[in-house]
């Protein structure tokens, strides 16, 4: 078998070493799946480096590894090792005892509840943004790169709910450059063939350093001044607030709260994690927005005719199609493709395929969104799918947040989060694309992005 991104065939599955296949995977994951896919059928079984990779393509082997046997797959400890040499021992990066009773921790704080508290902060973010990024006179039209705009803002977010306080463009900038630096680094690590130690030069060393400080230095700085009474208006309902206030309602031997170093930790996943997805899915929504203005002049209806009584969060909880075009959004183009992956702990079997031992299998997201055996015409944009009365999806076919114990902890602060970015920007602006423009192709840096500059059209209502 041969394989090379821009044919149909794919350099030889039994290639020395399977490095071919390493390469292929590294420079063009989502068409690679897709090859295995086209030729292995729902489960391709590879060899790479002595090590049995398996791809799963069908939701119901998704569940099966996820939810039915979660017991029996764990997180790839060097993923995770990898990904700790930036962001510290977080919830993600953690398994076993300690993150479970940093999950437990943790999970009240991201509760509907307690994320009510946020949405002032999130919103007070989110028109300082449109108000610096886009036209404010009404007729005001400006070309942008979306996805410029989109990490502005929902990074001003991120910082906004952490620690209550305004921040400067260049701040943002700053952080936002630092956090994608760090996880482009740690995706490349994935693929070395092993782990420099911290002292040892390696590629890539001195500016990761450099990145780290960054980030370090602003956290610090903000978690010193908190614990040191110096503190915003507001901050009593921040998420900084809530991290050096949670406790365990399960404790151990283990401290019933953070530690100082798992607070700091905490909130360089919280930037990394929290603003890259929701930035990814609105890049892709408000392009699917320019293209489609049935859709936007159905949302404007169902905006204006939102209760006006009800609370911020209701209000959001209200507007089901503008939820709906958010899940469509995120099915067609998931921010999250790549490295969703497992390791089995013992001899298993998903399906009708034995698993055994140390094999490391692979849940491609993007070809489970896009299977026409769960959706419809599943090229298509159409929120329907998701509105409430639609025919049941099958379980597991969408994963845009994940399943089983690891699903995404900030789940429905990213959600809400984006209904009210995405609420904001289509009650305020007019969304075109030039003539003739469509959407880029999608390629996997880090989230999913566009591979050439998404451009719309911004005019204020």
């Given at each position: 078998?041969?394989?090379?991104?821009?044919?149909?065939?794919?350099?030889?599955?039994?290639?020395?070493?399977?490095?071919?296949?390493?390469?292929?995977?590294?420079?063009?994951?989502?068409g690679?799946?897709?090859?295995?896919?086209?030729?292995?059928?729902?489960?391709?079984?590879?060899?790479?480096?002595?090590?049995?990779?398996y791809?799963?393509?069908?939701?119901?082997?998704?569940?099966?590894?996820?939810?039915?046997?979660?017991?029996?797959?764990?997180?790839?400890?060097?993923?995770?090792?990898?990904?700790?040499?930036?962001?510290?021992?977080?919830?993600?990066?953690?398994?076993?005892?300690?993150?479970?009773?940093?999950?437990?921790?943790?999970?009240?704080?991201?509760?509907?509840?307690?994320?009510?508290?946020?949405?002032?902060?999130?919103?007070?973010?989110?028109?300082?943004?449109?108000?610096?990024?886009?036209?404010?006179?009404?007729?005001?039209?400006?070309?942008?790169?979306?996805?410029?705009?989109t990490?502005?803002?929902?990074?001003?977010?991120?910082?906004?709910?952490?620690?209550?306080?305004?921040?400067?463009?260049t701040?943002?900038?700053?952080?936002?450059?630092?956090?994608?630096?760090?996880?482009?680094?740690?995706?490349?690590?994935?693929?070395?063939?092993?782990?420099?130690?911290?002292?040892?030069?390696?590629?890539?060393?001195?500016?990761?350093?450099?990145?780290?400080?960054?980030?370090?230095?602003l956290?610090?700085?903000?978690?010193?001044?908190?614990?040191?009474?110096?503190?915003?208006?507001?901050?009593?309902?921040?998420?900084?607030?809530?991290?050096?206030?949670?406790?365990?309602?399960?404790?151990?031997?283990?401290?019933?709260?953070?530690?100082?170093?798992?607070?700091?930790?905490?909130?360089?996943?919280?930037?990394?994690?929290?603003?890259?997805?929701?930035?990814?899915?609105?890049?892709?929504?408000?392009?699917?927005?320019?293209t489609?203005?049935e859709?936007?002049?159905?949302?404007?209806?169902?905006?204006?005719?939102?209760?006006?009584?009800?609370?911020?969060?209701?209000?959001?909880?209200?507007?089901?199609?503008?939820?709906?075009?958010?899940?469509?959004?995120?099915?067609?183009?998931?921010?999250?493709?790549?490295?969703?992956?497992?390791?089995?702990l013992?001899?298993?079997v998903?399906?009708?395929?034995?698993?055994?031992?140390?094999?490391?299998?692979v849940?491609?997201?993007?070809?489970?969104?896009?299977?026409p055996?769960?959706?419809?015409?599943?090229?298509?944009?159409?929120?329907?799918?998701?509105?409430?009365?639609?025919?049941?999806?099958?379980?597991?076919?969408?994963?845009?947040?994940g399943?089983?114990?690891?699903?995404?902890?900030?789940?429905?602060?990213?959600?809400?989060?984006?209904?009210?970015?995405?609420?904001?920007?289509?009650?305020?602006?007019?969304?075109?694309?030039?003539?003739?423009?469509?959407?880029?192709?999608?390629?996997?840096?880090?989230?999913?992005?566009?591979?050439?500059?998404?451009?719309?059209?911004?005019?204020?209502?």
């Amino acid at each position: 078998m041969a394989i090379n991104p821009s044919m149909d065939a794919p350099p030889a599955v039994k290639a020395p070493l399977g490095l071919p296949l390493l390469t292929y995977i590294q420079q063009d994951p989502l068409g690679a799946a897709s090859h295995f896919q086209r030729r292995l059928g729902d489960v391709a079984r590879l060899n790479i480096l002595f090590r049995r990779i398996y791809y799963f393509f069908s939701p119901e082997a998704a569940r099966q590894i996820l939810v039915d046997h979660q017991a029996d797959f764990t997180r790839e400890a060097r993923l995770l090792k990898i990904f700790e040499s930036f962001q510290g021992k977080n919830v993600l990066t953690t398994e076993g005892a300690d993150w479970e009773r940093q999950r437990r921790i943790l999970a009240p704080g991201f509760s509907p509840k307690r994320i009510s508290g946020y949405i002032n902060l999130m919103r007070a973010a989110i028109h300082d943004s449109v108000r610096e990024e886009l036209p404010a006179v009404r007729g005001g039209s400006a070309i942008v790169d979306v996805d410029a705009l989109t990490t502005c803002i929902t990074m001003d977010v991120i910082l906004r709910t952490l620690f209550s306080q305004p921040t400067t463009r260049t701040e943002a900038n700053r952080v936002s450059t630092a956090i994608r630096a760090l996880t482009r680094q740690s995706m490349r690590e994935v693929f070395w063939a092993f782990i420099p130690p911290e002292w040892m030069p390696y590629p890539g060393r001195a500016e990761k350093r450099k990145h780290l400080r960054v980030i370090n230095t602003l956290i610090a700085t903000q978690v010193d001044a908190r614990k040191s009474g110096v503190t915003s208006s507001g901050s009593s309902q921040d998420v900084l607030e809530m991290l050096l206030a949670a406790r365990d309602d399960q404790p151990t031997s283990a401290s019933a709260t953070l530690t100082s170093k798992e607070i700091h930790d905490n909130c360089v996943l919280l930037f990394s994690a929290g603003f890259d997805t929701a930035s990814s899915a609105l890049t892709w929504w408000i392009g699917l927005m320019a293209t489609h203005p049935e859709v936007v002049a159905r949302l404007r209806d169902e905006i204006g005719a939102a209760s006006a009584g009800a609370s911020p969060i209701e209000s959001v909880a209200r507007l089901p199609y503008l939820n709906a075009t958010i899940k469509e959004a995120m099915r067609l183009y998931p921010p999250s493709t790549a490295l969703f992956t497992r390791v089995a702990l013992r001899d298993v079997v998903i399906g009708d395929t034995p698993v055994k031992k140390g094999t490391l299998v692979v849940i491609p997201i993007w070809h489970l969104h896009r299977d026409p055996r769960s959706f419809d015409e599943p090229g298509a944009f159409r929120p329907e799918r998701f509105m409430p009365g639609a025919p049941a999806i099958p379980r597991s076919a969408y994963l845009a947040f994940g399943a089983g114990p690891h699903f995404c902890l900030g789940q429905h602060f990213a959600t809400i989060e984006m209904a009210l970015i995405a609420a904001h920007i289509v009650q305020n602006f007019d969304l075109s694309m030039e003539d003739g423009a469509v959407l880029p192709e999608p390629v996997v840096d880090i989230a999913l992005k566009p591979k050439t500059p998404l451009r719309v059209r911004f005019t204020r209502r």
